[in-house]
T-cell receptor, first 112, second 113 residues
Framework: DAGITQSPRHKVTETGTPVTLRCHQT?????MYWYRQDPGHGLRLIHY???????DKGEVSDGYSVSRSKTEDFLLTLESATSSQTSVYFC???????????FGAGSRLTVL | GENVEQHPSTLSVQEGDSAVIKCTYS??????FPWYKQELGKRPQLIID?????GEKKDQRIAVTLNKTAKHFSLHITETQPEDSAVYFC????????????FGKGTKLSVKP
């Protein structure tokens, strides 16, 4: 799955600081997603994008914003990180005409 | 909105036995039901999927069944092996959407040698 990468893979930050996670895909996929994974909650959708500059909210979007200025990049921003946003964040992309999601390797964020 | 319930949350079997994981969904418009496997510290990866126009699909030791009337679908793993140990997630696409999968909370499967 080298076609989709996330950065940084690990980050420790303090409450109140801004954080941006980056997802980069080389598959020219139209659809991209950000999920968070927490014990006992599975994978929960934060935001998704169905094209450049076209984004929408998922199940748990409060406290998060996204941007998609290029097909290949989907950014997730925590404007002011809180401890409840400590999680593993997965980006995924989806090709045309298919529902299959391909996930990135994940970004582990710790907010102290 | 769509709600996907998954059971059990943990499952322990002996090597060689079968394992069954069940999911229910609430949105009757959902028409795509994938299963993802996540090994410890790894990313989720698709292992099998089924669409609403099919009742069953098999791929070697794994199979998925779908009951649209009851709105539930199940993953069946036969002849389990230690490498099947992982967390398994089911999902559904609300409103029959292209993407936007809603996942169950996962089942941790342990296969004991």
């Amino acid at each position: 799955d080298a076609g989709i990468t996330q950065s940084p893979r690990h980050k420790v930050t303090e409450t109140g600081t801004p954080v941006t996670l980056r997802c980069h895909q080389t598959e020219n996929h139209r659809y991209m997603y950000w999920y968070r994974q927490d014990p006992g909650h599975g994978l929960r959708l934060i935001h998704y994008s169905y094209g450049v500059k076209d984004t929408d909210k998922g199940e748990v979007s409060d406290g998060y914003s996204v941007s998609r200025s290029k097909t290949e990049d989907f950014l997730l921003t925590l404007e002011s990180a809180t401890s409840s946003q400590t999680s593993v964040y997965f980006c995924a992309s989806q090709g045309p005409g298919a529902n299959v999601l391909t996930f990135g390797a994940g970004s582990r964020l710790t907010v102290l | 909105g769509e709600n996907v319930e998954q059971h059990p949350s943990t499952l322990s079997v002996q090597e060689g036995d079968s394992a069954v994981i069940k999911c229910t969904y609430s949105d009757s418009a959902s028409n795509y039901f994938p299963w993802y496997k996540q090994e410890l510290g790894k990313r989720p990866q698709l292992i099998i999927d089924i669409r609403s126009n099919v009742g069953e699909k098999k791929d070697q030791r794994i199979a998925v069944t779908l009951n649209k009337t009851a709105k539930h679908f199940s993953l069946h793993i036969t002849e389990t092996q230690p490498e099947d140990s992982a967390v398994y997630f089911c999902a559904a696409n609300p409103g029959g959407s292209q993407g936007n999968l809603i996942f169950g909370k996962g089942t941790k499967l342990s296969v004991k040698p």
